[in-house]
């Protein structure tokens, strides 16, 4: 990090700007949380949430919402690394969620719980009372989220108004907020997929196997290669077959397709993705292709 | 590898927006699946051009209305540097959202276009940029392919730039002809403009000297948090306290000494903690945690600096304001909540020395408040003192927000000009 003219590399100017959102939230709210799926950005978050307040421990719970369709994987790295640090983890359930009958399962070919998770995110919210809720989002992932401002203010139903969001300047961050409103954070925002890999490389951060190149059964949909697993509803003329994959981004399973690719080691990827001429959730995800609006449409309602 | 952060500046229309689509098309950083669905929805709204425009206009009302409402963030490299983009509105009803881009922003590209010239919107915007202190500016006068690349008219929009920039304080400044929709001047050479012999204009974005703009002189660590480990897995931790924060100017050393306020009293910094272990300097912008010899009472929203240049502890301020709230009006009386670095008080507005006129500079000393978007020159008095410097000398310690204590709004960004104790 030392330089004699005092320049700071990319990376560590962008860790120290999510350490400094961190902090603040810590400082600012009574009941933070912070998302954690296992996939890489919410990792990435955590070890800058390790990094804000060493030596003490992260001052927040973590919060996952299982659709019960995560990959198996993911759910074990999800739980190895929640003991690691001696975390305390909520689980919020979307079977929970169809149970109560707060919402009713998808069904047909493409059913599937992504959107549903909404509701589970924003009942757990208000169960458990949380002000501010990190989110591992970047903007450059998606075009509406290219939009959306690093504090960015939720109403009492959850609900994103990207036609009027506060002015956010230099680094003052407003946290104000009513009882029963909410505010989504955002430290990753200004880092793009690279750097994700990048900070994961030089931090020797472990990561979820399905992130490497492996064999599995698989079977092709809209160009995307599904998993073919019990809770995908695969058709008879969507046959399976076997193939070297990879993900590039951790999902719903019945919405997140793997990638081919043999990269096998970060450097590999890192590689790969450099070369990439396609995006992260083009490749990757059907719940953006339902519409040229469909993430805006989803983060209006209070996605992720 | 370092990061520019730059902003997009001008009038509705201008072609802020395509310029953006242009560069990130032009240095290969857009992605196939972008482009398709960029190409797809020109092609069904009928347009005969990929309106490159659709890249960062993400919005659904965005598209409706073919304007930009708020600031997109784009991210590009190239083997130089890093660039980090806010493509901010042209529209005067967005205004406070082109202020919310250009706050971070080395560096602003003011687009002027070439048939129109210098408008009130293009005043506006570099006057705010420079009110921000954006410490470089380009103006690019756009659209040049519609007036037959002719360097006449570029001269004149110079001529005319240069004049109203005298009365500014603008810093560097440099003068770009460009074609935002055919890609003249943007990342090569315009073969169409053989008289203009600068540079492109991403040449000069890889190529400006940003190191400098930060204050690395005046020692300020605004204290954001205090680390007590109590339930440290790790005894070696019980007694820790480690004051955290991001360094907002000046380099700290440890043994250097220090002195603490509110309290006045002074120390030396034991150590400069990181999680990946201490560090011998820190500077703009890192994060790091402080430990100090002596114990002193410190808390969020305190300052440390050192003995001999301490920025003053006002409750009264002089502070050029940008009013952003719909309805209410800024007026003497308002009572407001200010956050400047990690400190929060209340202030009370006790006078309005004039609202400013952005295209000619005029100061209307009579105005009785500020509307939507208008600036102005104020005295506040706060609860309690802030540690402030002029925003001249350094953004992070001279710039404050307001919120509305009854709506939680943001409704003003504020620039000290003047501080007393
Ligand atoms: N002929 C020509 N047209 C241009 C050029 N640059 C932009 N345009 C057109 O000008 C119109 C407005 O462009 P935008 O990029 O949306 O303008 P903007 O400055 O981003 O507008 P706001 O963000 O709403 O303030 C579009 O129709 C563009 O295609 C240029 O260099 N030449
Ligand atoms: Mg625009």
């Known amino acids: 990090m030392l330089q004699a003219d005092y320049t700071t590399s990319q990376l560590d100017v962008l860790e120290a700007e999510a350490i400094h959102i961190m902090r603040e939230v810590a400082a600012e709210f009574e009941r933070p949380c912070l998302l954690f799926s296992g996939g890489k950005d919410s990792i990435v978050m955590l070890r800058i949430a390790q990094k804000a307040f060493w030596p003490a421990p992260i001052p927040f719970p973590l919060m996952h919402v299982d659709t019960g369709h ?71 992932e998606e075009k509406a989220r290219a939009k959306e401002r690093v504090f960015s203010f939720r109403d009492d139903f959850g609900q994103w108004d990207p036609k009027n969001q506060r002015p956010e300047l230099w680094n003052l961050y407003n946290a104000k907020i009513r009882k029963g409103e909410h505010i989504r954070v955002f430290p990753l925002s200004n880092w793009t997929e690279l750097d994700i890999w990048d900070y994961i490389r030089r931090e020797e951060i472990e990561i979820p196997s399905i992130y490497y190149a492996h064999k599995r059964a698989v079977f092709e949909r809209d160009g995307m290669l599904l998993a073919d697993e019990d809770v995908v509803n695969r058709g008879d003329d969507e046959p399976v077959f076997e193939a070297v994959v990879r993900y590039r981004t951790v999902g719903d399973m019945t919405c997140t397709g793997a990638v081919q690719s043999a990269a096998a080691t970060v450097e590999e990827i890192i590689a790969e993705i450099a070369a990439t001429r396609i995006t992260e959730r083009g490749a990757t995800r059907a719940d953006d292709r339902t519409s040229e609006a469909a993430m805006e449409d989803r983060k209006r309602e209070g996605y992720f | 590898m370092d990061i520019l952060r730059f902003a997009t500046a001008g009038s509705v229309d201008d072609g802020k927006s395509t310029l953006i689509g242009r560069l990130l098309f032009d240095s290969k950083a857009i992605f196939e699946d972008q482009l398709e669905a960029v190409e797809r929805t020109s092609r069904d709204r009928g347009t005969e051009y990929t309106d490159l425009s659709l890249l960062t206009d993400g919005l659904r009302a965005e598209r409706e209305q073919g304007i930009t409402i708020d600031v997109a963030y784009r991210y590009f490299a190239t083997p130089k540097r890093k660039f980090i983009i806010a493509d901010t509105p042209g529209h005067i009803q967005y205004t406070r959202n082109m202020v919310t881009g250009a706050s971070t922003a080395d560096l602003a590209i003011i687009l002027i276009d070439a048939r129109k010239g210098v408008l009130e919107q293009s005043r506006r915007h570099a006057f705010l940029t420079t009110l921000l202190r954006v410490p470089h500016l380009v103006l690019a006068v756009n659209k040049m392919d519609l007036v037959d690349y002719s360097e006449e008219r570029f001269n004149e929009i110079h001529e005319e730039f240069t004049a109203f920039a005298s009365k500014l304080n603008a810093p560097d400044l440099t003068f770009i002809p460009i074609s935002a929709l055919n890609g003249d001047n943007v990342v090569t050479r315009s073969e169409n403009m053989s008289w203009y012999d600068g540079t492109s204009l991403l040449h000069h974005l890889e190529n400006v000297h940003i190191a400098s703009d930060r204050n690395l002189v005046d020692v300020r660590f605004p204290v954001q948090y205090v680390i007590r480990p109590q339930r440290a897995t790790d005894h070696a931790f019980h007694d820790y306290r480690g004051y955290a924060g991001q360094v907002a100017g000046g380099v700290l050393k440890p043994g250097d000494e220090v002195v603490h306020l509110p309290s006045g009293l002074s120390t030396k910094i034991a150590s400069i903690d ?107 008095r706060i609860t309690q003192p802030l540690f402030v410097d002029d925003y001249a000398r350094n953004r992070l310690t001279g710039g404050f927000i307001l919120v509305d204590e009854a709506t939680n709004g943001t409704v003003g960004a504020g620039m000290i000009v003047e501080a007393r104790g």
């Open chain 2, 274 to 380: 990181t999680f990946d272990g201490p560090v011998a300097e820190a500077y703009p912008p890192m994060s790091v945690t402080l430990r100090l010899e002596d114990d002193i009472d410190i808390s969020r929203g305190d300052m440390i600096c050192r003995p001999n240049n301490q920025p003053a502890a006002a409750q009264e301020l002089e502070a050029m304001i940008c009013w952003m709230a719909d309805g209410v009006k800024l007026a003497p009386r308002s009572k407001l909540m200010i956050k400047h670095t990690t400190r929060t008080a209340r202030a009370l507005v006790r006078d309005l020395h004039y609202r400013l006129d952005v295209n000619t500079l005029h100061r209307d000393e009579s105005a009785q408040s500020l509307g939507l978007n208008e600036i102005g020159r104020v005295s506040l």
């Open chain 1, 70 to 140: 995560n990959f198996s994987e993911v759910i074990d790295f999800r739980d190895r690394r929640v003991a690691e640090l001696g975390a305390r983890l909520v689980v919020a359930s979307v079977q929970d969620s169809i149970d109560a009958g707060r919402v009713v399962e998808e069904t047909g070919r493409r059913a599937s719980r992504n959107r549903l998770q909404t509701t589970t995110l924003l009942d757990a919210i208000e169960e458990h009372e949380f002000d501010a809720v990190f989110g591992g989002a970047r903007r450059d």
